[in-house]
């Protein structure tokens, strides 16, 4: 699945474009520098680092959020969907969704010209916020499904699957 990454934990998991991965990460990571990086685990720590990444641009072509190797207690889970309810608040403060001149904006901060990409549609912010509860049900290991890609609603889905 090109452009496509698993998010995944204890072997539960979905895809989901890398992009989308990158706008995600970049509200998880206001969530934890709003918090205190520096109070979390080390483990939670290196999940912040992966989001900084995405959100930078420096991981294109292999986006993810390695939970399976920040997550190695059951505080930490917890933590983390701590954190994860928090992001989702503070997306819900963006409003019904993100315009393309906020994703625009987004792409300017990363880190090289080459890493960032045009957008040709805003992003419903209840498609992110429906990718984080599916994340919240990975890490609880409630997830039922196998090969599940999300699609986010007013994006193109050429396979028909549902959009979130």
Not at 20 to 25: A, G, K, P, R, T
Not at 48 to 56: L, T
Not at 106 to 115: G, H, L, P, V, W
Request: hydrophobic share 40%; glycine share 6%; aromatic share 14%.
């Amino acid at each position: 699945m090109a452009d496509f990454s698993k998010i995944k934990f204890n072997s539960l998991g979905f895809w989901i474009h890398q992009a989308f991965i990158e706008v995600l990460s970049e509200y998880i990571c206001e969530t934890f520098e709003s918090i205190g990086v520096n109070t979390f685990s080390a483990g939670l720590q290196k999940i912040y680092g992966y989001c900084d990444f995405n959100r930078q641009g420096a991981n294109v072509g292999m986006s993810n959020i390695l939970f399976d190797n920040g997550i190695t207690s059951v505080e930490d889970k917890t933590a983390m969907i701590d954190v994860l309810n928090q992001t989702k608040t503070l997306i819900a403060s963006k409003g019904p969704e993100l315009s393309i001149a906020t994703l625009e904006a987004f792409e300017s901060r990363k880190t090289d010209d080459y890493f960032k990409i045009p957008w040709s549609f805003p992003i419903k912010t209840q498609s992110l916020i429906a990718t984080i509860d599916i994340i919240i049900q990975v890490l609880n290991g409630t997830w039922a499904y196998d090969d599940y890609s999300v699609r986010y609603t007013g994006f193109p889905n050429p396979t028909k699957m549902p959009e979130i």
